[in-house]
């Protein structure tokens, strides 16, 4: 038989026990709330806005470096350089005219046998003359040859100060991006230190009305401390690009201000749309970019390639030290000092020649034949190699891009879902039904969620900068449309 006494008693000791529990558990929570209500204010140091500067886009920023760059300006005089080596490598062909002057005093003296000397004649002599020499050039092969090589210098070094434009103006732009992505995050940090300040005082006010407590008010303390130290970092990081993107661009004085959109700075439009789903994993509607065919557009290969030819015409001018030169010159004189004394001597004389120069043999000019066709050799076969590395590397830099996209359109669908998530926490929050570390949760991830967003974009926007810079696109074309 059972004992209903033993039943009853089992279920009162069940009771008492759960009694007892309930009383622990509550001792706490009402701790908690008194210590909460001793808390001291909660203060942190004012964030300082960055400092103002002219905004300027980014097609701005390129176009301003190309022009006041000191650097870039002092490449471009190398320009002059070799246009004034190209106009002397012509001087060989022209006619050269010298003029001179000559003066002479002479004692006309004559020896005897007794050692003594007499003046015979009129005594000292004293010549004035004057005269011209022409030289024209007739058959000069190797001066020709001189003047392609020349060009080919000049082509050389034009191609050469555009590729270090090319170098300069992109990295104006990298710096750019590095400060617009900078000023996005602090853009990010301060939308989330606003939304933060509102659940910091949600949670003191539930805690107040004793339906929260102080762990609540914790929590949300240190997530506004972090997303404070977020602000002030990239801040600082804001304040270094803008630095480097002034002495990029030239610029003296306020440091300019990157100028962007919502858009690039990586803010999601509400909702999901099809678009960005379809984006997560499709592998792109354009096709992959042809290596092959866009190699020939890089600087590297460009500059390599002219300084081929113009190896190959230094080649052919030394070649041509075998060919002969035909000269024409005459020769003009006048003895100024005979004229005026109206002598019988003919005061007046010239010449008028030819010079035909035939070189029979010269050993020393074949060593350095030699050397030329093998440098020639070591050129080619450097630009096999430049053309099978570059086209490894375009490739590359379009998988990046392609990648990055993807990864792109993936943060966005992120961070629609964190904003939801977060909403929906708050909401639930608000209306006493939820806790506050879901909501801690939830904005924590959707402050995530934002960042990475921000990064991903600007890294896109970077890995477009560099496959065009790998292709050898001129960043003005680049840019268009940007």
Same mark, same amino acid.
């Given at each position: 038989?059972?004992?209903?006494?033993?039943?009853?008693?089992?279920?009162?000791?069940?009771?008492?026990?759960?009694?007892?529990?309930?009383?622990?558990?509550?001792?706490?929570?009402?701790?908690?709330?008194?210590?909460?209500?001793?808390?001291?204010?909660?203060?942190?140091?004012?964030?300082?806005?960055?400092?103002?500067?002219?905004?300027?886009?980014?097609? *701005?920023?390129?176009?301003?470096?190309?022009?006041?760059?000191?650097?870039?300006?002092?490449? $471009?005089?190398?320009?002059?350089?070799?246009?004034?080596?190209?106009?002397?490598?012509?001087?060989?062909?022209?006619?050269?005219?010298?003029?001179?002057?000559?003066?002479?005093?002479?004692?006309?003296?004559?020896?005897?046998?007794?050692?003594?000397?007499?003046?015979?004649?009129? *005594?000292?002599?004293? #010549?004035?003359?004057?005269?011209?020499?022409?030289?024209?050039?007739?058959?000069?092969?190797?001066?020709?040859?001189?003047?392609?090589?020349?060009?080919?210098?000049?082509? +050389?070094?034009?191609?050469?100060?555009?590729? =270090?434009?090319?170098?300069?103006?992109?990295?104006?732009?990298?710096?750019?991006?590095?400060?617009?992505?900078?000023?996005?995050?602090?853009?990010?940090?301060?939308?989330?230190?606003?939304?933060?300040?509102?659940?910091?005082?949600?949670?003191?006010?539930?805690?107040?009305?004793?339906?929260?407590? +102080?762990?609540?008010?914790?929590?949300?303390?240190?997530?506004?401390?972090?997303?404070?130290?977020?602000?002030?970092?990239?801040?600082?990081?804001?304040?270094?690009?803008?630095?480097?993107?002034?002495?990029?661009?030239?610029? $003296?004085?306020?440091?300019?201000?990157?100028?962007?959109?919502?858009?690039? =700075?990586?803010?999601?439009?509400?909702?999901?749309?099809?678009?960005?789903?379809?984006?997560?994993?499709?592998? *792109?509607?354009?096709?992959?970019?042809?290596?092959?065919?866009?190699?020939?557009?890089?600087?590297?290969?460009?500059?390599?390639?002219?300084?081929?030819?113009?190896?190959?015409?230094?080649?052919?001018?030394?070649?041509?030290?075998?060919?002969?030169?035909?000269?024409?010159?005459?020769?003009?004189?006048?003895?100024?000092?005979? =004229?005026?004394?109206?002598?019988?001597?003919?005061?007046?004389?010239?010449?008028?020649?030819?010079?035909?120069?035939?070189?029979?043999?010269?050993?020393?000019?074949?060593?350095?034949?030699?050397?030329?066709?093998?440098?020639?050799?070591?050129?080619?076969?450097?630009?096999?190699?430049?053309?099978?590395?570059?086209?490894?590397?375009?490739?590359?830099?379009? #998988?990046?891009? #392609?990648?990055?996209?993807?990864?792109?359109?993936?943060?966005? +669908?992120?961070?629609?879902?964190?904003?939801?998530?977060?909403?929906?926490?708050?909401?639930?929050?608000?209306?006493?039904? *939820?806790?506050?570390?879901?909501?801690?949760?939830?904005?924590?991830?959707?402050?995530?969620?934002?960042?990475?967003?921000?990064?991903?974009?600007?890294?896109?926007?970077?890995?477009?900068?560099?496959?065009?810079?790998?292709?050898?696109?001129?960043?003005?074309?680049?840019?268009?449309? #940007?």
């Amino acid at each position: 038989m059972t004992n209903p006494g033993g039943k009853m008693n089992l279920i009162s000791r069940t009771f008492g026990i759960g009694v007892l529990l309930a009383g622990m558990v509550l001792v706490p929570f009402a701790s908690s709330a008194q210590v909460a209500s001793a808390v001291e204010p909660f203060t942190l140091p004012d964030i300082p806005d960055p400092a103002s500067g002219p905004s300027v886009t980014l097609a *701005g920023a390129v176009r301003q470096a190309d022009s006041t760059n000191r650097s870039l300006l002092v490449l $471009k005089e190398d320009m002059a350089i070799a246009s004034a080596k190209l106009q002397a490598s012509w001087a060989g062909l022209l006619p050269s005219l010298y003029g001179s002057f000559a003066y002479s005093l002479s004692e006309n003296a004559v020896a005897l046998d007794d050692g003594t000397s007499e003046v015979n004649g009129p *005594g000292d002599t004293s #010549r004035l003359t004057a005269g011209l020499s022409l030289k024209v050039p007739l058959i000069e092969a190797r001066q020709w040859m001189l003047i392609e090589s020349a060009r080919s210098e000049s082509e +050389v070094t034009e191609l050469q100060i555009e590729q =270090a434009r090319q170098v300069l103006l992109y990295s104006v732009a990298e710096a750019y991006y590095q400060a617009a992505t900078a000023l996005t995050l602090i853009t990010v940090y301060r939308s989330q230190f606003d939304a933060l300040m509102e659940h910091l005082r949600l949670a003191e006010a539930r805690m107040d009305a004793g339906v929260g407590n +102080v762990m609540d008010v914790r929590s949300a303390q240190t997530d506004l401390v972090s997303s404070w130290v977020g602000i002030v970092k990239a801040g600082y990081a804001l304040a270094d690009a803008r630095e480097a993107l002034g002495i990029l661009m030239g610029v $003296k004085g306020q440091l300019p201000m990157p100028a962007i959109n919502a858009d690039v =700075a990586g803010t999601p439009s509400s909702g999901l749309s099809a678009d960005l789903l379809a984006a997560m994993g499709a592998d *792109g509607d354009a096709a992959p970019v042809d290596a092959d065919a866009s190699i020939d557009s890089r600087w590297d290969l460009k500059v390599q390639k002219i300084q081929i030819d113009a190896m190959k015409a230094d080649l052919k001018s030394g070649k041509m030290a075998f060919v002969p030169s035909l000269g024409l010159s005459f020769n003009y004189g006048a003895d100024i000092l005979a =004229a005026a004394a109206a002598t019988s001597t003919d005061p007046d004389y010239w010449t008028l020649g030819l010079n035909l120069s035939i070189p029979l043999f010269d050993f020393t000019l074949f060593p350095g034949l030699t050397q030329q066709k093998a440098r020639i050799r070591q050129a080619e076969l450097q630009v096999e190699q430049l053309e099978i590395e570059g086209a490894a590397a375009i490739a590359s830099a379009d #998988r990046n891009v #392609r990648m990055l996209s993807h990864m792109m359109a993936a943060q966005k +669908v992120k961070t629609v879902l964190a904003d939801d998530l977060l909403d929906l926490a708050e909401a639930d929050y608000a209306n006493g039904t *939820g806790l506050a570390i879901a909501v801690t949760d939830a904005r924590r991830t959707a402050l995530a969620a934002h960042l990475d967003l921000a990064t991903a974009t600007w890294e896109y926007e970077l890995g477009q900068l560099h496959m065009n810079r790998e292709m050898g696109v001129d960043i003005m074309k680049a840019l268009e449309g #940007r």
